[in-house]
Nanobody, 123 residues
Framework: QVQLVESGGGPVQSGGSLRLSCIAS????????LAWFRQAPGKEREFVATVKWSADSTYYADSVKGRFTISRDNAKNTVHLQMNSLKPEDTAVYYC????????????????WGRGTQVTVSS
């Protein structure tokens, strides 16, 4: 069974850093892209960053550009999201997602989703 499992969330103070990880298993991901989305309470799920599984191509939302870095470890079937200079407005549940289109910033373009990991940034 193909699945995505996130980890690495937690509480952090404003200005701090966290590193999220997403382990992909149960299928072939070489033709896919992996992405991170986030959803704050009362808000729609929004795109954060995406990376091609087979190339060093990345794309970011303007709100995180320069602060977040997405990377992949093909040997471990893992995608990371390094988040620096965190702000209270980064507080959300972060979801790992996968699709076939790059870059894709909409929920509908991703057919696989993890269950999410909570990130809480305090001021």
């Amino acid at each position: 069974q193909v699945q995505l499992v996130e980890s690495g969330g937690g509480p952090v103070q404003s200005g701090g850093s966290l590193r999220l990880s997403c382990i992909a298993s149960g299928g072939t991901f070489s033709t896919r892209v992996l992405a991170w989305f986030r959803q704050a309470p009362g808000k729609e799920r929004e795109f954060v960053a995406t990376v091609k599984w087979s190339a060093d191509s990345t794309y970011y939302a303007d709100s995180v550009k320069g602060r977040f870095t997405i990377s992949r470890d093909n040997a471990k079937n893992t995608v990371h999201l390094q988040m620096n200079s965190l702000k209270p407005e980064d507080t959300a549940v972060y979801y790992c997602a996968s699709g076939f289109v790059f870059p894709a910033t909409t929920v509908s373009r991703h057919d696989l989703w993890g269950r999410g990991t909570q990130v809480t940034v305090s001021s």
